[in-house]
């Protein structure tokens, strides 16, 4: 079952070095473009801006590959 996450959420995935955790900071229900490579987001599968709490690199991910914190 997929979560409905919300901007303030504690959200771990993984990634090629293991697990990371972050916080979303955004949700994006449209689509939208980073650095040349174009998001599909949508209202029904909205994408989620996160802050890596280790890096504090930005990521974008649906909520099938996010675990709540």
Excluded at 29 to 45: I, R, W
Aim: proline residues 6%; contains cysteine; aromatic residues 10%.
């Amino acid at each position: 079952m997929m979560t409905d996450f919300k901007t303030g959420d504690g959200v771990s995935w993984k990634y090629e070095g293991g697990r990371t955790s972050g916080t979303i900071i955004s949700v994006r229900k449209a689509p939208f473009e980073v650095n040349g490579y174009t998001h599909h987001a949508s209202p029904e599968e909205p994408q989620y801006e996160i802050r890596c709490s280790r890096t504090g690199h930005i990521a974008f991910h649906k909520a099938s590959a996010l675990t709540p914190e």
